[in-house]
């Protein structure tokens, strides 16, 4: 079965500073890795969504890299700032059988970016 | 282009009854499926629905119930509530294939009492 960790739980950071958050997942049988934000209260918002076949994607200030033999991807954010703080949640997109077209997700990296 | 759309945002339900949740998906997505999150357990997997075939399914008591119309709207049915259904539901929606990003709704928050 499929198994997403995050690693740190939690993160809380001065304005201005880089930042990696982990993400690994046990099964390399995967379709595509999506990385999301979660406010509170609120729904899901796609940031980023790395193929299978690829290494990384770029967006802004947020890179996302995928290991995918390894099972594990990084979010890069660069010179974070207060609207930052979120929960960033990595899913998994399982490829075959029962797992197809579900997402796997990890519990999350609560972040925190003060000013 | 207008979002994932979920109704009702809050709703308060006694137990053993039973919920009714609603989700029009983005306009032309085909595939929607349906999340629950709680603290507890984070988020899992109810099921995903695709031109109105069942096509998955996550490890819920039967319960819970889903189904999807021709013009792609869903809707999930919770049956016989119990406290532990308390939950943030999520409905999600993309065009139709795995390839494709998925794209959230705000959710429908769920009390059980």
């Known amino acids: 079965k499929q198994e997403v960790t995050q690693i740190p739980a939690a993160l809380s950071v001065p304005e201005g500073e880089n930042l990696v958050l982990n993400c690994s997942f046990t099964?390399?049988?995967?379709?595509?890795l999506q990385w999301f934000r979660q406010d509170p209260g609120k729904g899901l918002t796609s940031l980023l969504l790395i193929q299978s076949s690829q290494r990384e994607q770029t967006s802004g200030r947020l890179n996302a890299s995928l290991d995918k033999s390894s099972g594990r991807s990084t979010l890069y954010i660069a010179a974070s700032q207060p609207g930052d703080s979120a929960t960033y949640l990595c899913a998994v997109n399982g490829d075959r059988g029962s797992t197809l077209g579900r997402l796997y997700f990890g519990r999350g990296t609560q972040l925190t970016v003060w000013p | 282009k207008a979002g994932v759309t979920q109704t009702p945002r809050y709703l308060i339900k006694t137990r053993g009854q039973q919920v009714t949740l609603s989700c029009s998906p983005i306009s032309g997505h085909r595939s929607v499926s349906w999340y629950q999150q709680t603290p507890g357990q984070g988020l899992q997997f109810l099921f995903e629905?695709?031109?109105?075939?069942?096509?998955n399914k996550g490890n819920f008591p039967g319960r819970f119930s889903g189904r999807q119309f021709s013009n792609s709207r869903s809707e999930m049915n919770v049956s016989t509530l119990e406290l532990g259904d308390s939950a943030l539901y999520l409905c999600a929606s993309r065009p139709g294939t795995e390839v494709d990003t998925i794209y959230f709704g705000e959710g429908s928050w769920l009390t059980v009492v």
């Open positions: 629905y695709f031109s109105e075939t069942q096509r």
């Open positions: 099964d390399s049988a995967i379709y595509n």
